[in-house]
């Protein structure tokens, strides 16, 4: 089969852009596939050559719209990237391209106006299958479970563009791929159009693991947020620190840069947490071999995620747990909790609690090596499914 793979998110080497599309790439190629890859016209020289990619896209829509702090003016940026992205990609899916699949790793509201066009100018030939994927949607679920698009004009520009690729969808030539059964079985029941599960392919980080006979890590990485919990997980560290003075666990959290929570108020490192030798703030972004260094090191992830973000989505971190054998503790009710549950071992909180993770805390300490095992036996199933061998087989069947 012959892939294209069109990404302008492909620019630098933040976020997990680089290692996604690499994932998939080095993944198709082993299963004998043909690879062609777009990035961004700004990308790194260092990520051009690693993919073999092109860089003939736009500028990543998502570092454009982490710049732009004018609402007007980003909901400007819809029709503009769609059409940038429309006339750079038109020339790359010309009448001698025979792609089998074009396949958009993450898809914004930008990306599919662009795509929509593309299918109804008839510019997308119809021996070639389009799957775009979408690792979330502007939908939310309210506490009683009912499904409803976010008060927002892109959402209501959203389920508009959706609707109109109604008669592509059922026809096939359109795939609509969503990574959690919670999300797909969401948008089916708001658009009664067909969405297919597809496990995001996560690669085994591989590392020495250390000798070192050191206290027990508890760790949590990633960029701090609110729907992280970031604020509600150092103020469980403070407390349970408190009441456990002798504990043998040492904590480390990522924080590159302060942020608000959801009633704007700033939040910053704890002075208490800063102070004490236990706890450890990391304040860069990994580099080189680094994080896979920080896993191998790494006993316990803490990911105590808010359901008003992850009852739907799903996260990266947490399928790396999985297929490393490492345990978490999570919020109820999200999907990081019943693939953990299901894929891996998890100790699980309530939803914006402290004392709750301060109890889940508690019970991973008095627990870990027991949940590590349990962990270790499922990290094969993990890995099994959240690969590019069984994406790309869910896809075809």
């Not at 008060?151 to 791929?177: C, D, H, N, Y």
Request: net charge positive; aromatic share 10%; proline share 4%.
């Amino acid at each position: 089969m012959r892939w294209l793979i069109v990404e302008d998110a492909l620019q630098d080497r933040k976020g997990h852009w680089y290692e996604y599309v690499r994932t998939f790439r080095e993944g198709l190629l082993k299963l004998g596939d043909n690879v062609t890859i777009l990035a961004s016209q700004n990308a790194e020289r260092f990520i051009l050559n690693e993919l073999d990619a092109k860089p003939v896209l736009p500028e990543s829509i998502w570092h454009s719209l982490a710049l732009q702090k004018s609402a007007w003016k980003r909901y400007l940026m819809i029709p503009k990237h769609a059409f940038k992205t429309l006339f750079s990609v038109r020339s790359q899916i010309s009448e001698g391209s025979c792609y089998d699949i074009i396949f958009v790793p993450t898809v914004s509201v930008h990306h599919l106006l662009c795509w929509i066009l593309l299918i109804k100018l008839r510019l997308i030939k119809n021996h070639t299958r389009l799957l775009l994927y979408f690792l979330s949607l502007p939908i939310k679920s309210s506490y009683n479970d009912q499904i409803h698009w976010s008060a927002s004009p892109t959402s209501k520009l959203m389920k508009w563009l959706f609707l109109s690729l109604r008669k592509e969808s059922a026809s096939g030539q359109v795939i609509l791929g969503v990574e959690t059964i919670a999300l797909k079985n969401a948008m089916e029941s708001l658009l009664d159009m067909p969405f297919i599960y597809l496990p995001q392919p996560v690669e085994l980080i591989c590392a020495k693991e250390s000798t070192k006979n050191n206290a027990p890590l508890f760790a949590c990485y990633g960029a701090a947020r609110h729907e992280k919990g970031s604020n509600l997980l150092q103020s469980a560290i403070a407390l349970y620190l408190k009441r456990n003075p002798h504990t043998k666990v040492n904590f480390s959290i990522q924080w590159i840069d302060d942020f608000k929570d959801d009633h704007e108020n700033h939040i910053i490192k704890l002075p208490s947490l800063l102070q004490d030798q236990r706890v450890e703030y990391i304040t860069e972004y990994f580099k080189g071999n680094e994080y896979a260094e920080r896993l191998s090191q790494t006993k316990i992830l803490l990911l105590p995620y808010r359901t008003s973000s992850y009852k739907l989505r799903g996260s990266r971190v947490v399928i790396e747990a999985m297929i490393n054998g490492i345990p978490v503790v999570t919020t109820e009710g999200t999907t990081l909790a019943k693939q953990a549950e299901h894929y891996g071992s998890a100790i699980l909180c309530k939803d914006g609690d402290v004392e709750s993770l301060v109890n889940a805390i508690h019970q991973m300490e008095q627990n870990y090596l027991k949940l590590i095992n349990l962990a270790e036996s499922r990290k094969l199933s993990a890995r099994d499914h959240f690969s590019v061998k069984e994406f790309r087989r869910m896809l075809l069947s």
